[in-house]
């Protein structure tokens, strides 16, 4: 599968490509999650994003950049020309299965 992410780099977008796993402790009981992202799964991700050290930095991506299956283009969603630019990064890998758009919105007071 490959995807097309805009705007992944924390939230949604984060939690929808990468492998979370939780402990919870309830009175002595302790149950822990895991949720396979879609890299943990096989997916070559294209990540487009303002800044690409946020993910770059981040020992978690550290694997799936090794590997091939996460690269970063640094754009802006918001460009037509960014977009197109990443998009061509994209197609290059092959045919797209899923674009995920999950920009955020900044308050503006």
Same mark, same amino acid.
Not at 26 to 49: C, D, H, M, N, P
Not at 79 to 87: F, K, L
Not at 97 to 105: E, K, M, N, Y
């Given at each position: ?30 149950? *822990? ?49 960014? &977009?197109?630019?990443?998009?061509? &990064? ?11 758009? *999950? ?7």
């Amino acid at each position: 599968m490959l995807v097309f992410a805009l705007g992944a780099s924390r939230n949604i977008g984060r939690f929808a490509t990468l492998s979370t796993s939780s402990v919870l402790d309830v009175s002595g009981l302790t149950l *822990t999650t895991e949720t396979l992202g879609l890299l943990a799964k096989g997916a070559t991700v294209v990540y487009l994003l303002r800044s690409v050290a946020t993910l770059e930095n981040d020992p978690e991506f550290k694997p799936h950049i090794d590997s091939g299956k996460a690269k970063f283009i640094k754009g802006n969603a918001m460009s037509y020309d960014d &977009v197109s630019a990443a998009w061509k &990064v994209a197609i290059s890998e092959g045919t797209v299965d899923l674009i995920l758009f *999950t920009v955020g919105s900044c308050a503006v007071p």
